[in-house]
Every structure is written in C-alpha cells, then in structure tokens.
C-alpha cells in the first residue's frame, strides 16, 4: 500500500540535544513538507520540499533544518536552538507542490524532557 | 494578510446535520481544502473546492463562494466517529509558489 510514513510516534528528547524524525513516502510524490502542530494553533510550515536536493523555509523554520536526497525521503532535524520544540510534527506530501491533495503522516509527538 | 477563521468548537446530536463555516481574507486564492483530524492523529482530506458551487461526497459536502470569501462544510446524517477537529485550508498562488495556510480547526462533540 502507498503511504507516507512518520517515525517515531512519540519522542522524548533532553534539552540541548538535536533531534531527527524520519518521513517516508512511496507514492512517488515531489512535494513534501513539515509542519508543527500546536494547542490552539493551526499547521505551520516549518520546511518544504518541491523536488529533491531543493527545499525552502517556511514560516518557522529557525531552529530546524531538513534534506531532501531521495524523493523518498524528507528528514526534520530539531535543533537546540530550537527554543520551544515540545509539539505534534507532520509530514506531509503532494504530488505536485502546493497539489490537489497533501496525504498526512501519523506525525511524530516530540516531548523535550 | 492572509487570514482564515472558523468556529472553535460546535455540538451537533447523532443523526442530525452540521455546518462549518470558514471564512477567508487571502490574495492568490487558488482552492479550498476540508480536512479531518481525530485526535492525536493525522489530518485526512475531506474535499476540495476550487469553483464555486457545492461539493457532495457521500455524508460530506463542501461549498465555495469565492466573491464572499466563504465556505462551508455540511455533514449529515451525524456518526458518532464524525466527533473530531475539522481544518479548512486555503491554496494560495503566487507566481511559481503554491502554499496552503491553515484555519485552527473547528472541533465537533456528537453526543448520543
């Protein structure tokens, strides 16, 4: 079955330490992206992809980075200058940037102990 | 700017219909998305307009005014399972670059 994958679900993490979520997709998408999900707060774009080797910021993107080396895969590395990184991480893709539809990733809880 | 609101929360009884509203201030206006999203767990798409007019898929219908800025999502025939956060989304256009941006989510309680 086609699908894109998070892992892992749930993450916990020592403050000053970096941290990588892995996102995964067969569907042969070129779009890819990262969001955070906060309480009371809508998705919001940390990183996106639209082909490999290429990505761009997007509204919140201090304290992250990404790769994109393989169409399959698309990385989020939470750094430690990320100053509140506890939150619900998503990834999703499309086929085309900004495409028809986004497919989600079960998404990744990171909890910084 | 570029805004999207919704609703924070709305209580509908089982069997019964429900609509959502979302309303929209945005340039480059280039679709609207309706997500779902149970708890703890990843949105999943809903329905897409991009002309105006209604929507029907199954329980679920989805209508687009683009002169007015709104939309709304209609659900009948209310489940129980149908309790959740509902996200609308707006595809923006702007030359080479298509982003959406994202409302906060209307979470729906189903009481028996």
């Known amino acids: 079955d086609g699908g894109i994958t998070q892992s892992p679900k749930y993450l916990f993490r020592k403050e000053g330490q970096n941290v990588t979520l892995s996102c995964e997709q067969n569907l042969n998408h070129d779009a890819m992206y990262w969001y955070r999900q906060d309480p009371g707060q809508g998705l919001r774009l940390i990183y996106y992809?639209?082909?490999?080797?290429?990505?761009q910021k997007g509204d919140i993107a201090e304290g992250y980075s990404v790769s994109r080396e393989k169409k399959e895969s698309f990385p989020l590395t939470v750094t430690s200058a990320q100053k509140n990184p506890t939150a619900f991480y998503l990834c999703?893709?499309?086929?085309?940037?900004?495409?028809?539809?986004?497919?989600f990733g079960q998404g990744t809880r990171l909890t910084v102990v | 700017g570029q805004n999207i609101d919704q609703p924070t929360e709305m209580t509908a009884t089982e069997g019964a219909i429900v609509q959502i509203n979302c309303t929209y201030q945005?340039?480059?206006?280039?679709?609207l998305f309706w997500y779902q999203q149970h708890a703890g767990e990843a949105p999943t798409f809903l329905s897409y307009n991009v002309l105006d007019g209604l929507e029907e898929k199954g329980r679920f219908s989805s209508f687009l005014s683009r002169s007015k800025g709104y939309s709304y999502l209609l659900l009948k025939e209310l489940q129980m399972k149908d309790s959740a956060s509902y996200l609308c989304a707006v595809r923006l256009y702007a030359g080479n670059n298509r982003k959406l941006i994202w409302g906060l989510g209307t979470s729906l309680a189903v009481n028996p």
């Open positions: 945005t340039s480059g206006f280039n679709g």
């Open positions: 992809s639209q082909i490999v080797n290429d990505f």
């Open positions: 999703a893709s499309s086929m085309t940037p900004g495409g028809t539809e986004a497919f």
